[in-house]
């Protein structure tokens, strides 16, 4: 009785909090409504995260991945000042930290791209600023029209629940174009995702795989849930209209020949060290208010409706906002499990009100419409109706 493609049994990992419901990253740009997922793998009752973790933490030699960096480095260094590698970002603590680093300790020459959010929070909007005005990086910032990127996200939130996917496709995908247009080949994305236990056969490699921004096969793309021709025939969205959240074809990647790397596997990221790395360089901001769903402050805050990608993905499943920034935590040693364990269970479930207003309005919803859309969504291997309330069957413990 489990849908997308979930294990009917539910697990949770015994070091971390995370369940074997955790779907991998959005990288391989499907789009499906009940197909089959990637979940995470478990051994022993440990997940992949946590051993690509400990991994990280026992048998990586950091100095040794230093020097490869430097050489990866100096074969793309540019001598005239052009740009010579890419960082796309949105002015979050990782990629503030990633450009500066780039730029200012190994002498790069950055150019950094953004995607818009969707509705910019004030604070996320300064913190972007002050990424652009003292970062000491150009920037670009793409700002999708308005009205189609809002009609995708509505579709792909009815279609799909995911009413992150079309900028999450945007957001991968910009970056190739920009990078193909100024031809630079060398691009840093940050941490491979099978630090959080998605494509384990990758989880120590520098370089991505180009599957992940390489499909000729446009015809066949699915975006926000509908194919190519219902988009257009029904929605008026033209294949020009979606070039940039769409992949490099066949032919425009290997003209190019990019190389993109993920800078986390040559630099020992630790999440709350960008923070205080962004604050103290460029004056990188913590939210004013505890961030709903979870109990952080400065983790991806910089759009409005942020707060509705996790509350979807824990509603499909049943993995919230507090239990993917708790498992990091708890294997960064930042926080034991017990204490991991209560934060989940306060504040997994929670609902994010503050812009719910702004996202009703965004996607052209009424708060019914939006409640009934989610609640059609919830799989009933891990939810079931108690007094009219819905519960999860399995909770962290
Ligand atoms: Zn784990």
Request: contains cysteine; proline residues 4%; hydrophobic residues 30%.
């Amino acid at each position: 009785m489990a849908r997308y493609g979930l294990p009917d049994n539910v697990e949770f990992c015994s070091r971390c909090v995370m369940s074997n419901q955790k779907v991998t990253p959005s990288l391989v740009q499907k789009d499906t409504k009940e197909g089959a997922k990637h979940t995470l793998i478990f051994q022993d009752g440990v997940c992949s995260a946590c051993r690509v973790q400990e991994l990280k933490a026992n048998k990586i030699d950091w100095h040794q991945r230093e020097k490869e960096l430097l050489r990866l480095l100096d074969k793309y260094r540019s001598n005239d000042g052009s740009y010579d590698c890419i960082v796309p970002g949105s002015g979050g603590k990782d990629s503030i930290f990633q450009s500066h680093i780039l730029k200012h300790k190994y002498g790069m020459n950055p150019l950094t791209v953004t995607w818009a959010p969707h509705i910019y929070t004030d604070v996320g909007r300064r913190n972007f600023d002050s990424w652009v005005n003292k970062g000491g990086c150009d920037n670009f910032l793409f700002t999708p029209d308005g009205e189609k990127h809002a009609l995708l996200t509505r579709l792909a939130y009815k279609n799909l629940l995911h009413p992150f996917q079309p900028f999450i496709f945007g957001q991968r995908n910009y970056v190739m174009h920009m990078a193909r247009k100024f031809n630079i080949k060398l691009i840093f994305f940050g941490e491979n995702p099978a630090e959080y236990g998605g494509f384990e056969n990758e989880e120590n490699s520098s370089k991505m795989n180009t599957s992940y921004f390489v499909d000729d096969n446009r015809k066949n793309m699915r975006i926000s849930g509908l194919s190519f021709e219902e988009l257009t025939t029904q929605h008026k969205i033209s294949e020009q209209d979606l070039s940039l959240y769409l992949p490099l074809t066949n032919e425009q990647y290997q003209q190019h020949q990019p190389d993109p790397r993920w800078l986390g596997y040559y630099l020992n990221f630790h999440p709350q060290s960008n923070y205080y790395y962004a604050r103290e360089h460029v004056g990188f901001e913590p939210n004013d208010q505890r961030t709903e769903g979870s109990y952080s402050r400065y983790n991806s805050l910089d759009d409005k409706i942020d707060g509705y990608h996790y509350w979807c993905g824990h509603l499909k499943f049943g993995v919230g906002r507090a239990t993917h920034e708790a498992s990091q935590e708890i294997r960064n040693g930042d926080l034991t499990r017990e204490e991991g364990v209560a934060l989940v269970r306060k504040y997994d479930d929670e609902l994010p009100k503050r812009y719910l207003p702004d996202f009703l309005d965004y996607m052209n919803l009424t708060e019914t419409a939006f409640f009934e859309i989610a609640d059609s969504f919830r799989s009933p291997h891990l939810w079931e109706l108690k007094n009219g309330e819905w519960q999860l069957r399995h909770k962290v413990s």
